[in-house]
């Protein structure tokens, strides 16, 4: 049997992404003429079917975002991802809505509500709701979460875990804390994976203590402070931490300053995501970089049933600023071959 090439083969082919060689087979904007017809040439050498493009099919489309990420700590990250999805569907002349979700939510009522002819979910959602998804029988893709029988695009959070913790190993750093919430949302249990993995690499092991997981609460802010103090006050406090989001190292950094704890010379704080108040915090907070806007699009390439892969996941990569880097640890960065 011969095998279909993928728009995901394409992508890998011509080093761009997969919304990017949609948006060349589609003729839409956002690309140059140059990368367009790189990708045409490309596609078309490989085979590419170009009768599987479909259009239309899609009229209106729902975003759901659960009620637990609050302002404060997750509209950061999502209006991002949703701006991504806004912008395939305004190209694909589309109709976007939005509506937050949660467990007590009546799930049926509120799709028959926007009467859409598809959805895109975003960050953590419990089983129950996602089995009312299943039972709605619409094209489904999440964002910033995996579920059996979805299709899914995620950032690559065990990767970013990984090398959020070894740059701080690289600074110097022994006593690298992890400050987060619940492992129930995958991209935190993956993040988590990846910093117990680098520590291992070195070969440190550090007390249960080190790793800090608060609860999921309304007030996460005030939760992550409490995080912090238990931090702090260990018999020998952490000299580097690894924050979920940037958020909580934002709120960490900020609970540092009230103490007179200097960062990064006392304690090195990395984040995760990189918003855009991690490069105006002071210092300049580190962080993982997601591209957020991308992972938008991707989520709706899904839907449209145009790529056979069904877990896409987007690179990550490490933003050092001065938040983890000191004068002199900057100095063995610029020495090293």
Not at 166 to 179: D, V
């Amino acid at each position: 049997m011969v095998k279909k090439t993928r728009i995901k083969d394409i992508a890998s082919a011509c080093g761009v992404s997969i919304a990017a060689v949609s948006r060349a087979l589609k003729g839409q904007p956002g690309l140059s003429d140059e990368t367009r017809q790189r990708i045409l040439a490309i596609a078309q050498a490989e085979g590419y079917d170009f009768s599987r493009l479909r259009s239309g099919r899609i009229k209106r489309l729902l975003f759901l975002l659960h009620r637990e990420h609050n302002i404060a700590s997750a509209l950061p990250f999502y209006s991002t991802v949703m701006l991504g999805v806004a912008d395939a569907c305004r190209e694909n002349d589309i109709a976007m809505s939005f509506q937050p979700i949660g467990p007590e939510d009546a799930v049926a009522d509120l799709i028959n509500l926007h009467q859409p002819d598809a959805l895109i979910c975003a960050g953590y959602l419990e089983p129950e709701v996602l089995a009312a998804l299943r039972q709605s029988a619409l094209p489904v893709a999440l964002v910033d979460l995996w579920a059996a029988d979805f299709p899914c695009v995620n950032p690559d959070n065990y990767h970013g875990g990984f090398v959020a913790t070894r740059h701080l190993l690289e600074q110097g750093r022994t006593r690298i804390a992890f400050l987060g919430t619940s492992q129930r949302h995958y991209s935190i249990r993956q993040r988590v994976e990846g910093y117990q993995q680098a520590l291992f690499d070195a070969g440190l092991v550090l007390p249960a203590a080190y790793r800090i997981e608060v609860p999921p609460v309304k007030d996460i802010e005030q939760a992550l402070v409490e995080g912090m103090s238990q931090l702090l006050a260990l018999a020998q406090p952490p000299d580097a931490i690894f924050a979920y989001n940037d958020v909580a190292a934002l709120v960490a950094m900020r609970e540092c300053a009230r103490r007179g704890i200097r960062v990064p010379e006392d304690v090195a704080i990395v984040g995760f995501d990189d918003i855009d108040a991690a490069a105006w915090a002071h210092p300049p907070l580190s962080t993982v970089a997601v591209d957020k806007r991308e992972l938008g699009r991707d989520a709706f390439q899904l839907l449209l049933g145009e790529e056979s892969e069904r877990n896409l996941l987007l690179p990550v990569r490490l933003v050092a600023r001065e938040s983890s880097v000191t004068d002199a640890s900057a100095s063995r960065l610029r020495l090293a071959p």
